[in-house]
């Protein structure tokens, strides 16, 4: 029996692949839109802002702040008044999602931002980790 179960292991063994393809859980969609006249056109704020959880208002704000540029919603886009490249936008939100997304301890994205008062906390839903957080919206 010993024997017949080693040799379907070997078996087994062989047929994996040689290299396993690695991709992460968490990947933060890129933005995409289009440059009018002298504005940027983002049409998937919302759907970026749904997936890492957090409000389209306050992702919305610290990108204004950190790009110093005006915008605003216009149904399910965001306007920006200048021409920025999408670059600078991902890099933004990447930024923002690295500040008030990503656990500092266990590095998951299972977090929640909770206001008590006038402070927020940042509180992992993975590992349990609570700590108050800086806010730029």
Do not use: W
């Amino acid at each position: 029996m010993t024997n017949e179960y080693e040799e379907m292991l070997e078996k087994a063994k062989k047929s994996l692949p040689d290299t396993v393809k690695a991709s992460e859980r968490f990947v933060v969609p890129k933005v995409t839109g289009h440059i009018q006249g002298n504005k940027t056109i983002i049409t998937n704020f919302i759907q970026i802002a749904s997936f890492i959880h957090r409000k389209p208002e306050n992702l919305l704000k610290y990108i204004l702040k950190e790009l110093a540029t005006p915008g605003e919603f216009y149904k399910q886009a965001l306007i920006l008044g200048s021409k920025v490249p999408a670059s600078k936008i991902n890099e933004k939100i990447q930024q923002f999602v690295d500040e008030y997304v990503v656990c500092k301890d266990c590095g998951k994205p299972d977090t929640a931002l909770k206001k008590d008062g006038t402070i927020f906390f940042m509180t992992c839903q993975a590992c349990g980790a609570k700590y108050r957080v800086t806010t730029k919206f």
